[in-house]
C-alpha cells in the first residue's frame, strides 16, 4: 500500500468523484421513473430516502472502521466504486423477483416485510458511493469545501444528464449505462494504488463492466405489477401488445383486445342509443388506461353525446371555439366534433398521448378529418391557461381511469390542474357567457367530487363572484359528476336546458340555481345525497360544517397544499378499523398509512445509524459531551433543512415545468450544482484565517436563507404564472435562476460544519456525515406529511427556523 504519507502528497480523485456523484444522481432520478412504472408514482419520495438512508449508513460504518479505512484508502475507494456499479444493476434486478403488492399493504403483514427488504436491497448502491465520497473528504480533511463541491456539481449535472440519456433509451436500457459509469469511475482513481495493483485492478473494473454490458435484456426489463392496469389487460385472451413508448415522463402501451373489445365511456346514459365504437386501450406507465376510437366513414359518435360531459354543449348553445385541458387520446376531441364545434384547442402536457391520435394511430383515429380545426398544445393546463385567451367553452374530462384510484394510491401526488389557483386561471378564459366544464370520476363514498365543489366555491369568490350558487350546474351519473360553472349567473333558458338534458339522459341533479330537495337522487340512488347536501351547505348555509364533520378530508385543494386525491381524516380512523373485516382498511386508502409506516421505519433505521457509532467512540466523546449533542443538533438541523427547502422548490417546480419528472431533475440539478459553487466559494475563502472567517461565513450563509426563502414565500405564486407561460426550454431557465442565489448559500453550512469539527473533532467526522444522512430521510418524508398539514410554504418556514437553530449550535 502507499504510505500515508505519499497518499496525501496525491491530489483527491476529483474527475472520480465527480464522475460518480453524477452517475449516483442519475441512478436515483431513474428509480423514481422505474418505480413509477413497476409500482405508483406515490413511491417516488421512498427512493430519496433510501439513497439519503445509504448515506446514513455509510457514516456509522466508516466511524467503526475509519482506521483500517484510512489506511489502505486507494484499494477502498476504488472497491466501493465498482461495488457501487454492480449492486446498481444487481440490487434492483434483486428487488424485481419480490412479489411486493402495493395495494395489500393494509392488511398483509408481508408486504411491508418486502417493502423493507426492497429498501434495504436498493439502500446498498448508495451506501458505497458515500463510503467513497466519505473517505476521501476525511483522507483530504484540508479541502473538505472542494471535494464536496465536485461531489455536488457531479450529482447536479447527472440529473441533466439522465434526463437526456431517457430521451434516447427506455429505463431499463440506462439501467446498465449507469452501471458502466459507475464502474468506469474507478478508472480515473487508479493513481491511489501502488504499481502492481493499477494491472490487475484495471483489469477487473473492466471485466466487470463487460459482465454488465452483456447482462441479458429480459433481466433488466420492467415487471410491472400484475395488479396494475395494463398487466391485467394482457391477461385477457388474444390481448397484444400493439406498441411501447418510452420517455422521460412515461411509459405509453397501446393494447388491442380483438375478443373482449374495450368499451370505454365516462359516465355513458343508459338511454344511449348506441355504444362506442371499436377502441384500443392505451396505458400510461402500466395504468390510467385512455383509449383511441376507430373513427370510420361506419362509425358512429352518437354516444359522446350520452355522456355527462357533453352538458356545456347543450347549456351553451352555439359555442364557436372550445379549449380542452389534459386532451389524453382525444374523446374530448371527438365530442367536440360531434357538435361541430369550428375551433378546438387541445391541451396535452404529454407529447407521447398527443403523437398516438395525430400521427401513429392517426389513420385509425382518423386524425385527417380534424387537424385542420384542431391545434394540439405541448403545455401544462396551468401554462396554457397563463395566456388568457378566451373561449366559449373550456373543458375538462375525466383522468384516465385507475385499478390503484379507489385504493388511495395517488394520495401523494400532486396535482396543480385541481387548485383554487387553477380553477380562477380557467375562469378567466371564459368570455362573457362561456362556461367552464369538469368531469371526474365518482367514488363510493363521495371524495373527489365533493373536493372539486368546494375548490370552486372558493375560486369563484375569490375571483369577485359573491353569489356562487346562482353561477353553478351540477349532475351526476352512474361513475362520473359534471360540474358546470359561470362568471355570471345561469339565466332561465340555461337551467332548463341543464335540466331537460340530464331527465333525458336519466343523470341525477345534484345542483341548479332554482333545486329543490325532491330534485334529487332520482336515478342513481346514493343512500344519502351527499352531493347536493354538501352543495346546499357550501352554498346556502356558508359555512363549513359539512366538511368538518364528513368523513373524509374533502377541504380545497390550493397551490400550497396540491394533495387533491388526499382525503385521509385522523378523526375517522378509528372508525373505519372498527369495521368488520377488511372493509374499513380498505376506505382508508394505502397512501398516507404507507407514508407513516415508511416514516416510523426510516426513524428506526436513524436511530439505530445514530447512537450505534457511540459505542466504538464513547470514550473520545465522553471527552465533551456538551460538544457531542451540539453536532447531533448541527447535523440533524441542516439535514432537515435542506431537504425540506429542496423537496418543495420540486413541487413549486412541478407547477412551472408541468411534469414531475422534470421538475425532481432540474430542482436537483439546480440545488446541487448551485450548492457546489457555494461550498467551492468556502474552499477559496478558508485559505486564510479559517477560525475566525468560519462564524462569520455560517452567520451570513443562514441570514440569506432565511431571508431568501421568506421573500421567495411571497414572490413565487406571483412569479408562476408568467414563467408557466413561457416555452419550455425559457421555463426551465427560469426554474435554475430562481435556484441559484439560494442554493448558493445552501451550499455552505455542511462544509463549514465539517471544518469546524475538523479543528475540534476531527475523529466524529463520519458520525455527524451520518447524523446528516440519517436526518435527510427522514426529511423526505417529513416534508409530505408536513406540506399535507400546513402546506409546502409551512415547509419552507420549518426549514428556515431550522437553520437557526444549527446556527445556534455550531
Not at 469545501?145 to 439522465?162: H, R, S, T
Not at 372493509?583 to 421505519?601: A, C, E, H, K, R
Amino acid at each position: 500500500m502507499q504510505s500515508l504519507a505519499d497518499d496525501l502528497r496525491t491530489p483527491p480523485p476529483l474527475l472520480s468523484i465527480f464522475i460518480l456523484s453524477a452517475t449516483a444522481l442519475a441512478y436515483e432520478v431513474l428509480l423514481i421513473r422505474m418505480f413509477s412504472i413497476v409500482h405508483w408514482h406515490h413511491f417516488a419520495f421512498m427512493v430519496i430516502s433510501i439513497a439519503l438512508l445509504g448515506y446514513g449508513a455509510s457514516g456509522s460504518f466508516i466511524t467503526v472502521f475509519r482506521r483500517w479505512l484510512l489506511h489502505n484508502y486507494g484499494i477502498v475507494f476504488v472497491s466501493n466504486v465498482l461495488f457501487f456499479g454492480l449492486s446498481s444493476v444487481v440490487c434492483f434486478v434483486a428487488v424485481q423477483q419480490l412479489p411486493f403488492n402495493t395495494l395489500e399493504i393494509l392488511w398483509d403483514a408481508s408486504q411491508w416485510q418486502r417493502l423493507l427488504l426492497s429498501y434495504l436491497l436498493l439502500t446498498l448502491p448508495f451506501f458505497f458511493v458515500a463510503n467513497a465520497l466519505a473517505l476521501t473528504m476525511m483522507r483530504f480533511h484540508q479541502q473538505i469545501a472542494l471535494i464536496y463541491g465536485i461531489d455536488l456539481l457531479g450529482a447536479g449535472c447527472g440529473a441533466l444528464a439522465v434526463m437526456v440519456l431517457l430521451l434516447l433509451l427506455p429505463p431499463d436500457v440506462v439501467l446498465p449505462v449507469l452501471g458502466l459509469c459507475g464502474i468506469a469511475a474507478g478508472l480515473f482513481a487508479m493513481h491511489h494504488l501502488v504499481d502492481w495493483q493499477r494491472r490487475k485492478i484495471a483489469i477487473l473494473l473492466l471485466f466487470c463492466m463487460l459482465a454488465v454490458f452483456i447482462t441479458p435484456h429480459k433481466w433488466l426489463a420492467l415487471r410491472i405489477s400484475e395488479y396494475k392496469g395494463l398487466a391485467q389487460t394482457l391477461l385477457i385472451k388474444d390481448a397484444s401488445l400493439l406498441g411501447s413508448y418510452s420517455s422521460p415522463v412515461s411509459q405509453t402501451d397501446v393494447v388491442q383486445s380483438p375478443l373482449v373489445p374495450f368499451r370505454n365511456a365516462p359516465g355513458l346514459s343508459l338511454q344511449s342509443p348506441g355504444s362506442p365504437p371499436e377502441q384500443l386501450a392505451v396505458f400510461r406507465d402500466g395504468d390510467e388506461m385512455n383509449t383511441i376510437d376507430h373513427v370510420s366513414g361506419n362509425s358512429s359518435l352518437d354516444y359522446v353525446d350520452y355522456m355527462s360531459s357533453a352538458l356545456p354543449y347543450h347549456v351553451h348553445g352555439s359555442p364557436q371555439d372550445v379549449l380542452i385541458l389534459g386532451s389524453a387520446t382525444g374523446a374530448q376531441i371527438l365530442q367536440a366534433r360531434f357538435h361541430e364545434i369550428p375551433r378546438i384547442d387541445a391541451v396535452e402536457p404529454d407529447q407521447q398521448l398527443s403523437l398516438l391520435i395525430s400521427d401513429r394511430f392517426a389513420d385509425y383515429y382518423d386524425w385527417r378529418g380534424l387537424h385542420d380545426k384542431v391545434a394540439i398544445h405541448t403545455i401544462s393546463p396551468r401554462g396554457f391557461a397563463a395566456a388568457e385567451n378566451k373561449y366559449d367553452l373550456v373543458i375538462i374530462g375525466p383522468a384516465g381511469g385507475s385499478t390503484g384510484g379507489s385504493a388511495g394510491v395517488y394520495e401523494l401526488s400532486t396535482s396543480y390542474d385541481y387548485t383554487v389557483e387553477a380553477l380562477q386561471s380557467y375562469l378567466k378564459l371564459l368570455r362573457p357567457q362561456g362556461l367552464l366544464s369538469l368531469t371526474l370520476w365518482t367514488s363510493n363514498p363521495a371524495r373527489g367530487n365533493l373536493k372539486l365543489f368546494d375548490t370552486a366555491v372558493i375560486a369563484m369568490r375569490q375571483s369577485g363572484i359573491d353569489f356562487p350558487e346562482n353561477n353553478i350546474a351540477w349532475i351526476r351519473s352512474w361513475n362520473t359528476a359534471t360540474l358546470l360553472l359561470k362568471n355570471t349567473a345561469l339565466t332561465a333558458a340555461e337551467v332548463a336546458n341543464v335540466r331537460d338534458f340530464s331527465v333525458s339522459r336519466s343523470f341525477d341533479l345534484a345542483w341548479l340555481p332554482d333545486i329543490k330537495p325532491q330534485d334529487v337522487n332520482r336515478y342513481q340512488l346514493l343512500q344519502e345525497p351527499v352531493f347536493y347536501l354538501a352543495a346546499r351547505s357550501l352554498l346556502m348555509e356558508k359555512d363549513n360544517s359539512f366538511i368538518e364533520q364528513y368523513k373524509y378530508d374533502i377541504r380545497a385543494a390550493t397551490d400550497n397544499r396540491p394533495y387533491f386525491d388526499n382525503y385521509f381524516r385522523w378523526s375517522s380512523l378509528k372508525e373505519f378499523l372498527s369495521m368488520p373485516a377488511q372493509t374499513g382498511i380498505s376506505m382508508i386508502g394505502v397512501g398516507y398509512p404507507t407514508l407513516l409506516v415508511t416514516l416510523v421505519q426510516a426513524a428506526v433505521a436513524a436511530f439505530v445509524l445514530i447512537l450505534l457509532p457511540l459505542f466504538f467512540v464513547r470514550t473520545e466523546m465522553k471527552q465533551d459531551p456538551g460538544r457531542r449533542w451540539k453536532i447531533v443538533i448541527y447535523y440533524l438541523a441542516i439535514g432537515l433543512a435542506f431537504l425540506f427547502i429542496e423537496l418543495a422548490f420540486i413541487q413549486k417546480f412541478t407547477l412551472i415545468l408541468s411534469q414531475p419528472l422534470y421538475a425532481v431533475a432540474v430542482a436537483l440539478s439546480a440545488f446541487l450544482i448551485f450548492s457546489g459553487l457555494g461550498s467551492l466559494y468556502v474552499q477559496r475563502r478558508m485559505k486564510r484565517a479559517t477560525s475566525v472567517i468560519i462564524p462569520v461565513l455560517l452567520r451570513r450563509a443562514v441570514f440569506m436563507i432565511g431571508l431568501i426563502t421568506l421573500f421567495y414565500i411571497v414572490l413565487l405564486p406571483l412569479l408562476s404564472n408568467s414563467i408557466m407561460a413561457l416555452p419550455e426550454i425559457a421555463r426551465i431557465i427560469s426554474a435554475f435562476v430562481l435556484a441559484a442565489p439560494l442554493a448558493f448559500f445552501m451550499g455552505m453550512p455542511f462544509p463549514l460544519g465539517l471544518a469546524t469539527m475538523q479543528q475540534n473533532s476531527p475523529h466524529l467526522i463520519p458520525w455527524a456525515w451520518g447524523i446528516n444522512g440519517c436526518a435527510s430521510v427522514l426529511s423526505a418524508i417529513l416534508a409530505v406529511l408536513l406540506a399535507i398539514e400546513i402546506g409546502f410554504s409551512g415547509v419552507m418556514i420549518c426549514a428556515v427556523i431550522l437553520y437557526f437553530i444549527a446556527w445556534r449550535n455550531n
